[in-house]
């Protein structure tokens, strides 16, 4: 098979299985199915358009093929006898040829198979960390090397998570329907970790030859637009609007012309979007004068707000940032923001206090194998001067990321440091 054809298709899987498992699982009612149903169209286009040419418009290609060999399989249950809804269903999809036809649209007050499809995922009968990893594999395209790193977990132990979910899912015979106004509240704090984990991924890949995947970030916003239409008075999710709009707005600054990363002390400030930048603060100005002034996701969109509004790296009020990581780490435990945190602190008051928090991660244990801790750690000791320490520790992030740019910035800082 010609890589090309092969790198086409992987594309085309992150980009459009999502609403190809959406669609599907809307015709057939169950999230699992509807996933082996859209897996087999692309084992049958990566059979077929090596021989045959990749069709004119690709996408539309594989949501006819997943509605063809949806259709096929209700029919086959209609065969065996389950002729309830399913088989209503495939009678009035079964002369629907072009998309978008009025049986396909949605009946409620989203209006949105994605979604749909994300709350299902997120659904109660599943645990927390389930229907995230669940709804990242099917909503996000993400493989499950990308959940595990997302997770910082064990791939097997991911793997494992969302198979029993799916299947949970299926024995619960959950519906495919957006829940009630008064199930929102309990379901939407998963979804709310679902987008923000599919914005994390576009915006610092975890593996493969591109820092950046701009559409998962696009797409992730595109969803908490549409919910916070859905929800106009929960603080929580106009917050991550506005951080995730303060974050994507120095996506262009991130990387250089040959896609390599562009640090945020040497980003040119300009190609920041300003655009997005007011967006954002407006987000941020509506979740707190909805009282959520201490939410996860405004924090931290505060603390993107800071980055924001400062002209250079030096007048950036750092104080303010390690104050409001202090106020996040306080709330969620994370031990990501204690990192965060210790890096903020070195910034507003010197690295040498930073790195005994630092060091103090270190010893927990609670961050190994997660290659941002070596990287920060590095980054500390070149600033105090020990030039030596903090290419051992470059090299050791270098070696535990799995995305090919991050690894040359690292592996630069630590040539840098051998030549000092």
């Known amino acids: 098979m010609p890589c090309g ?39 049958q286009a990566l059979r077929r358009w090596p021989a045959e040419g990749a069709p004119s418009n690709p996408a539309a290609w594989l949501m006819t093929a997943a ?13 065996h006898g389950e002729r309830g809804r399913e088989y209503a269903v495939e009678l009035e999809l079964h002369d629907a040829s072009q998309e978008g036809t009025p049986d396909m649209q949605a009946d409620d007050d989203i209006g949105d198979d994605l979604l749909r499809l994300m709350f299902v995922a997120c659904h109660p009968v599943l645990p927390l960390d389930s229907r995230v990893a669940l709804t990242l594999r099917l909503l996000g395209g993400l493989t499950v090397p990308e959940i595990a790193r997302a997770f910082l977990a064990r791939e097997a132990t991911i793997s494992q998570r969302i198979v029993r979910a799916k299947q949970a899912l299926r024995d619960a015979r959950v519906p495919f329907e957006i829940p009630r ?19 994390n991924e576009g915006y610092a890949a975890t593996s493969g030859e591109d820092l950046l995947r701009p559409a998962l970030c696009e797409e992730a916003m595109r969803l908490a637009r549409v919910l916070a239409g859905l929800m106009p008075q929960a603080p929580e999710v106009h917050g991550l609007v506005a951080l995730m709009e303060l974050q994507a707005s120095r996506l262009h600054a991130r990387t250089d012309a040959n896609g390599d990363a562009v640090l945020l002390a040497d980003q040119d400030r300009a190609r920041w979007d300003r655009t997005l930048i007011l967006h954002g603060l407006s987000a941020l100005d509506r979740a707190i004068a909805l009282g959520g002034h201490d939410g996860v996701y405004a924090l931290q969109a505060s603390i993107a707000a800071c980055h924001a509004r400062a002209a250079t790296v030096d007048a950036t009020d750092w104080p303010r940032i390690a104050g409001l990581y202090a106020r996040l780490a306080g709330i969620t435990g994370s031990p990501v923001v204690e990192l965060n945190r210790a890096m903020a602190e070195s910034m507003a008051h010197g690295p040498a206090a930073a790195l005994v928090r630092v060091d103090r991660l ?59």
Do not use: K
């Not at 106004?181 to 914005?199: G, N, P």
């Not at 801790?373 to 535990?400: K, N, Q, S, T, Y």
């Not at 990321?401 to 040539?415: G, H, S, Y």
């Open 181 to 199: 106004h008064d199930e929102l509240d309990e379901r939407v704090d998963a979804v709310l970790q679902v987008i923000y984990l599919v914005f």
């Open 5 to 43: 054809t092969a790198r086409q298709l992987d594309t085309l899987w992150r980009m459009e299985s999502p609403r190809l498992v959406a669609r599907v699982a809307r015709m057939t009612g169950d999230v699992g199915t509807a996933e082996e149903l859209v897996q087999d169209v692309f084992e």
């Open 362 to 420: 270190v010893e927990q244990g609670v961050l190994d194998g997660y290659a941002m801790l070596p990287a920060v750690r590095g980054d500390l000791l070149d600033r105090l001067g020990r030039a030596p320490e903090a290419r051992i520790e470059f090299e050791r992030a270098a070696a535990l990321t799995r995305n090919a740019r991050e690894r040359r910035v690292l592996l630069d800082r630590a040539a840098r440091c051998t030549a000092t």
């Open 67 to 79: 509605r063809h060999r949806a259709i096929d399989h209700l029919r086959r249950r209609a065969l």
